[in-house]
């Protein structure tokens, strides 16, 4: 197994003109997506364009009942029905599945307690549900494109406090702890 592995996933923070309203406040999981969707597609993600494609996004989910925080699962039949992209959730959230999914060459979504990341770029304390971008690992260290901060790219956390902060959307942020803990794996 490789040492390091970095797919060229593009960044955009999920609020790509810094304009935190709350659109943008909850923007993680569709800015996450978007990424995924711009690495396959070749786009190339400039901050218009994501910008773009995340009013789009949100616009579509909402013409499909879709609430501002959504599921893991929510997000891979997003991935499925909008982009036509292969996307599974899996329960198996370990060092090595991570990486093998990336040497696949699959990009990582995870669901996680955003609180529990140590992030010094969020506003403190961080969300307490938050969706972030795996693009890469080297040796303990994971690399992510984390949407919650416009410094998320390439930013790296440890492999045990991100699995650690694992945990799917409840419907309700004060028990996002309580959360499974899920991946969504992409591919074409």
């Known amino acids: 197994m490789p040492t390091h592995i970095l797919l060229d996933v593009p960044f955009t923070p999920q609020a790509p003109d810094a304009h935190w309203d709350p659109l943008h406040e909850e923007a993680c999981e569709e800015a996450s997506l978007i990424q995924v969707v711009a690495y396959f597609r070749k786009w190339d993600l400039t901050k218009e364009r994501a910008e ?3 009013q789009d996004l949100t616009a579509w989910e909402k013409e499909h009942g879709y609430s501002d925080d959504i599921t893991a699962q929510e997000l891979a039949d997003i991935a499925r029905t909008k982009f036509d992209l ?9 060092t ?22 140590g992030n010094p770029y969020y506003k403190q304390p961080g969300p307490p549900y938050h969706m972030l971008t795996i693009v890469g690992f080297d040796n303990n260290e994971v690399i ?10 390439n930013y790296r956390y440890s492999f045990s406090t991100l699995i650690g902060a694992v945990h799917d959307w409840t419907g ?14 992409i591919s074409q």
């Open 52 to 54: 773009k494609e995340i």
């Open 86 to 94: 292969l996307a599974s959730v899996s329960s198996d959230v370990t």
């Open 96 to 117: 090595q599945s991570i990486k093998q999914a990336l040497i696949d060459g699959k990009p990582v979504i995870l669901p996680l307690h955003g609180q529990d990341i």
């Open 144 to 153: 992510t494109n984390d949407v919650g901060t416009k410094r998320g790219n």
């Open 172 to 185: 309700n942020k004060d028990t996002v702890r309580e959360g499974k803990k899920v991946m969504v794996v």
